[in-house]
């Protein structure tokens, strides 16, 4: 069956400082035997009724263009065109909204509320519920950090009138900002629903940015057995029949917090763990046959 390794046109804000993980991935594949191209998700001239499955790696830029995003994923379903991760879920973890179901589970993460396009923000009201000397904002469609900010009584007047502004655009998710963050955000890796492996991503002195582009540092990380245990929580139960799921958080009073379920497009530190590689491969054979 011939088989889609979906990814981006690259850009450079996307790809300095890490390893080209896409080409790799690809190169390991073809070395396997699989039929398996690399295609680009918004190429117009890509032709998707050669494909039987798509496997969703990394268009890292969806959430530019999340519009077309959505048309493309249409087109794809209605090809009939088996979707790595599934359709129903790449559509719910789009969005961050999708938080609030994981909330409703009882699983625990950092505390999130919502602001919906078209309101306007009242910043005040999210320090005092959050108890918190400092908020963390970003929009429910995104990644990379983009239009993210951090607030705090003294920029808190700037940033209210840049938040309304965004608001006109799109929705945003409201977070306090959890001072763990410094001392590193930690990614557990699932391929088919098993543990694979484990990253800490250490933002540079004076940031907050984890992402490798914003100056973050990775390194693998020996997860205890007990985080590993509640990491895959997350995906037993929201990342049902996933070739792959990134779950972000961190150690906060000795328990794992959910920040993020990733499961569209996360890299997934293949380079950091000498079997992830093999284990990707595997998990996508269980699901293919």
Request: overall charge negative.
């Amino acid at each position: 069956m011939k088989i889609a390794l979906v990814c981006y046109k690259k850009q450079e804000k996307y790809s300095t400082g890490a390893p080209d993980e896409d080409q790799a991935l690809l190169q390991f594949l073809l070395n396997k035997g699989l039929d398996i191209d690399h295609v680009i998700w918004n190429d117009p001239l890509a032709d998707w009724t050669k494909y039987g499955i798509a496997v969703l790696k990394s268009p890292w830029d969806y959430h530019e263009q999340f519009g077309a995003f959505n048309v493309w994923l249409d087109k794809l379903e209605t090809l009939k065109i088996r979707l790595l991760n599934p359709y129903a879920i790449i559509r719910q973890n789009s969005d961050k909204h999708y938080l609030q179901e994981i909330a409703a589970s009882g699983l625990k993460l950092i505390p999130s509320l919502f602001l919906e396009k078209n309101s306007k923000a009242e910043l005040n009201y999210f320090f005092k519920t959050f108890n918190t000397p400092a908020l963390i904002i970003k929009p429910c469609v995104s990644a990379s950090a983009k239009n993210t900010l951090v607030v705090n009584p003294g920029n808190v007047s700037e940033r209210q009138l840049q938040l309304n502004a965004f608001l006109n655009e799109e929705s945003f998710m409201v977070q306090p900002f959890v001072n763990e963050i410094v001392a590193g955000e930690l990614s557990f890796i699932f391929f088919g629903g098993e543990y694979s492996h484990a990253v800490i991503k250490l933002p540079k002195t004076g940031d907050f940015r984890v992402q490798h582009f914003h100056g973050g540092t990775i390194k693998k990380y020996e997860a205890a057995p007990e985080h590993i245990v509640a990491a895959k929580k997350y995906t037993d139960q929201f990342a049902a029949g996933c070739l792959y799921a990134r779950v972000d958080g961190l150690i906060i009073e000795g328990s794992f917090k959910l920040m993020e379920l990733e499961l569209i497009e996360p890299y997934l530190f293949l380079n950091t763990d000498n079997g992830a590689y093999e284990r990707y491969y595997e998990a996508l054979l269980r699901l293919m046959y």
